[in-house]
């Protein structure tokens, strides 16, 4: 496993943001879209994750980005 390189998700524009934080899964609601708050951004082994709090159940929800979305 390499190290996560942090990435800044305010530097991405305001409606991707948006876009981001409301389209969600979380594991635990077993739901999606139920939106994130506090998204920290990082890259680990080329792959981009966005991780955050579940608006319903504060526990920690990721979303994963793979080469083709970026
Ligand atoms: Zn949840």
Redesign the pocket.
């Known amino acids: 496993m390499g190290t996560p390189t942090s990435r800044d998700f305010y530097a991405r524009d305001k409606e991707e943001q948006k876009a981001f934080l409301e389209t969600t899964w ?1 594991d ?2 077993m739901k999606a879209d ?1 939106g994130m708050q506090e998204p920290v951004e990082y890259e680990l082994e080329g792959t981009i994750f966005i991780e955050g709090q ?1 608006l ?2 504060g ?1 920690a ?1 990721y979303t994963e980005l793979t080469d083709d979305d970026i």
Do not use: G, I
């Open positions: 979380c635990h609601c139920l579940c319903q159940c526990q929800v």
